[in-house]
């Protein structure tokens, strides 16, 4: 017997009706999206590894899927070279490709090569796959899609202030409770400064990031691990530990920063996009723990968390200042977000949020009796279709209760019945599927009813 196939941990297959699901999450962000202005484009699933290579740090690097080059790969490479070099030496003589592993660096590439192109600011949105050569775990896939909005050319906070407006937009459409968190990456230059280890700023933000983790124990044994002595790892107990309203927050970290030009600045930026804010749908929260990757940003920086669903971060993003120096382009500001679909995905089937009729794919299934009866729906079917109905008709004139089980099996809320009574009538039998009920129409009723009745 053969073995039955399978496909590559950390991937999955997705049915009908999870594609319906996933369908009803991209085009709620598009429409967000397309509503604050952004654009659409795409990029190409490969890219040069000379693209990808140093933009994630050293983590990233080995987390990148490395295409072999086409052909004789090994070509020139001889069998001593390939006992005594190491893999990734290797890779990099025959690998030139790999696939995308985010959406940010490819945009930025493609603003670089694409400058002389594009009206600043420039707002793009972009909805694709990327890979990453991960430990497959629940939430965490090596292949997921990213749904990105990013604003380039423009310092000014007010694109901060709109993209927590698309957040709450969308998770309101959603139903999803969530709590949007902000930060800023000045306050902790600020904070590093303050404890007197400036120096020590990403080994103190890696490690706060995970306080919801790992806890508050656990953090400052990170913290001794990595070099920060006793006595700073005291001074940022209260920082880390600090409750409030936001506005005390801010008040709070303006004394403690007091002497921190950095750190100022920080807070107020923070204060801006805050201010502006006030009547979200959903909480908006200054968290002085969040850190998130600080390879690229460098001013605000945002985390969204379910409410209801333990679950980790379901967005994120934030503000950059250079990201596309690394392509020889240097002093363009952006700012982005980005949903993370698939967890979206996982937590509106756990909270069983999704729209009755997004799984509803077929509308409308004619019964086949037979190829007179067939030929003779034939004109309604593509009147129906003509005027918005997703309607098809079962292909073989199968008994009727295999073509009920089949209407069945796909959700499809209503049937029609056109026999040889109701063709002799010139009416149709319209079932619906839930109630049992049946009622005879024209084509012009059926029509009528269906188009004002159905959701478009």
């Known amino acids: 017997m053969a073995q039955k196939p399978s496909i590559p941990k950390g991937t999955r297959d997705f049915s009908p009706i999870e594609m319906a699901k996933r369908n009803y999450i991209f085009d709620t962000i598009r429409q967000v999206y397309a509503l604050y202005g952004f654009q659409p484009i795409e990029t190409p699933a490969m890219e040069n590894l000379s693209t990808l290579m140093g933009k994630y740090g050293e983590e990233g690097d080995k987390l990148l899927f490395k295409i072999l080059n086409s052909g004789d790969f090994l070509h020139g490479i001889t069998p001593d070279e390939v006992a005594h070099t190491s893999t990734l030496k290797l890779a990099a003589h025959f690998c030139e490709k790999g696939?995308?592993?985010?959406?940010?660096?490819?945009?930025?590439?493609?603003?670089?090569?694409?400058?002389?192109?594009?009206?600043?600011?420039?707002?793009?949105?972009?909805?694709?796959?990327?890979?990453?050569?991960?430990?497959?775990?629940?939430?965490r896939y090596r292949e997921f899609y990213q749904c990105d909005a990013d604003v380039v050319g423009s310092d000014s906070l007010l694109n901060e202030v709109e993209l927590m407006q698309i957040i709450d937009t969308v998770f309101t459409?959603?139903?999803?409770?969530?709590?949007?968190?902000?930060?800023?990456?000045?306050?902790?230059?600020?904070?590093?400064?303050?404890?007197?280890?400036?120096?020590?700023?990403?080994?103190?933000?890696?490690?706060?990031?995970?306080?919801?983790?790992?806890?508050?124990?656990?953090?400052?044994?990170?913290?001794?691990?990595?070099?920060?002595?006793?006595?700073?790892?005291?001074?940022?107990?209260?920082?880390?530990?600090?409750?409030?309203?936001?506005?005390?927050?801010?008040?709070t970290m303006r004394e403690v920063l007091r002497?921190?030009?950095?750190?100022?600045?920080?807070?107020?930026?923070t204060d801006y996009i805050l201010t502006r804010l006030h009547s979200l749908a959903n909480p908006i929260e200054l968290?002085?723990?969040?850190?998130?990757?600080?390879?690229?940003?460098?001013?605000?920086?945002?985390?969204?968390?379910?409410?209801?669903?333990q679950i980790g971060s379901i967005t994120g993003g934030g503000r950059y200042d250079n990201l596309t120096g690394i392509f020889g382009l240097p002093g363009l500001s952006g700012v982005g977000i980005s949903f993370g679909a698939d967890r979206i995905f996982d937590v509106l089937n756990q909270l069983d949020l999704y729209p009755s009729e997004t799984t509803h794919t077929t509308q409308l299934l004619f019964v086949n009796f037979g190829q007179t009866e067939a030929d003779h729906c034939q004109p309604l079917l593509a009147r129906l279709r003509a005027a918005g109905i997703r309607c098809e008709i079962y292909p073989d004139a199968a008994k009727m209760k295999k073509q009920m089980a089949y209407a069945n099996a796909k959700a499809i809320p209503l049937v029609a019945i056109v026999g040889e009574n109701e063709m002799a009538q010139g009416k149709v039998t319209l079932k619906n599927m839930t109630t049992g009920e049946q009622?005879?129409?024209?084509?012009?009723e059926l029509v009528q009813t269906l188009t004002s009745t159905l959701p478009q």
């Open 99 to 139: 696939l995308r592993y985010d959406l940010t660096v490819p945009f930025a590439r493609y603003v670089v090569q694409h400058r002389e192109e594009l009206t600043l600011p420039f707002k793009r949105y972009q909805i694709q796959p990327v890979w990453r050569a991960d430990r497959p775990q629940k939430g």
């Open 173 to 251: 459409r959603f139903g999803v409770r969530v709590c949007i968190k902000i930060n800023n990456r000045k306050i902790l230059t600020g904070i590093a400064e303050l404890i007197g280890q400036a120096d020590k700023i990403v080994d103190l933000t890696v490690a706060i990031d995970k306080l919801d983790k790992i806890g508050l124990e656990a953090v400052n044994a990170e913290l001794a691990q990595a070099g920060i002595p006793a006595e700073a790892i005291d001074k940022l107990q209260p920082i880390i530990n600090l409750s409030g309203t936001n506005e005390e927050k801010l008040a």
């Open 259 to 269: 002497h921190s030009d950095t750190g100022l600045k920080g807070i107020e930026e």
């Open 287 to 309: 968290d002085l723990t969040l850190a998130r990757g600080l390879n690229y940003y460098t001013g605000a920086i945002f985390e969204v968390k379910a409410l209801d669903v």
């Open 439 to 444: 009622q005879p129409l024209t084509p012009d």
